[in-house]
């Protein structure tokens, strides 16, 4: 826990006090739907699962319900209320975070787009398990966020845009193997393009959990940290 | 222009008005330095030139600065002034607009990365109209969601929102296209790769301008159009 943690829950107004507590939780919860969306847009292409895959695409407008709903409570909030300082450091934490959440949806459905494409035709079992392993990487990414977001937790933040480095790196590797795959074997090209798409979205998905976590140090240390190396963030977060 | 206009000309504090007016010229500016991006990067990849498209690459700070300094301001006119009703809907709407402005920055440093390594080798001539044709639409798109926004023309955005559906079926063909050329050449994969993330980014550029023209309609008229159909969006906007 940061010291200099926003002071929310001794306002005088304990409404005032049940209304942020009620957008972060919303937050949180758009936060687990995004992860499920993750998970099975994933499964759903490891396995050929296009009835699963449906599921995630239908399951879309979920999220971006949410993020409507909670634009609005956040509007209103500054409307009535008037936040300064920490508090409305939390409402623009919230207001940008929900943007990458939203998002990250929109990068699932499209992995569940390409399980769909892959059921349909020939099984290619090559860069499947590279795929899996992206995926539970940029999932406990964007955990990680999200946890660190509910703790005001600076620190772990930080640990979440120094692991966006690593996913790039295995993505970039993914995306060479997969070009020389198709050269060696071109009727390969129209099933491996759906690979390289999906694992494009997992790589695009810990782009924004990078996003939400720099949010968070924003928030917790009123510091905008967008745009700096890691070295200078460790310098704003430490310091 | 709109009856609901907002109606911010006749605040009673000339210097909260000044302020106002400032983060729209600001906006504005980043709008600006965006569209010459995307011409720039667009520019270099048709024309193999590796130095344009390091300049844009150089560029982007600009633009990343631009973002930190706008939401800055409306973190400050929040604490500050307080704004309500449409003040409060043009602050909201900046602090949405410039993330998609941004990303559209990151965007063009894609196309600026895939034309300087396109540079290097052989040369490759197809698909290049294409992906000209799909920059003019987008950086229109984006020069319309931006003249929307300064005027205030919620019909205008509304024409933005229309043409992202051509422009993703333009996308989608040229994509086919490609692969059906990668299939026929596989010793050209590596480089219509590079065509077909440039295409892939001009697409995404085409979806933040959709976005930007999605804030303007909520400025405009008060209602959160995003994830409408077009007719649902033309019914709040004609309404």
Redesign the interface.
Known sequence: MDKDRPIFRQHISSQFNAELEDVRQRVMAMGGLVEQQIVDATTAFMSFDATLAEQVTRND?KI??L??AI??EC?RI??RR????SD??LV?AV??TI?DLERIGDESGKIARMAIDLSSQERIHEHMREVQHLSRQVSQMVRDALDAFARMDAEAALEVARQDREVDREYEALLRQC?TF??ED??T??RV?DI?WSARALERIGDHAKNISEYVIYLVKGK?V??LSIESMEKEVKG
């Open positions: 407008y971006n319900q993020e409507v634009d609005e509007s500054l409307a008037q936040p300064t300082a409305l450091r623009y207001i940008k943007t070009i198709m050269m071109p009727r090209i129209g393009i390289v905008d967008r745009h």
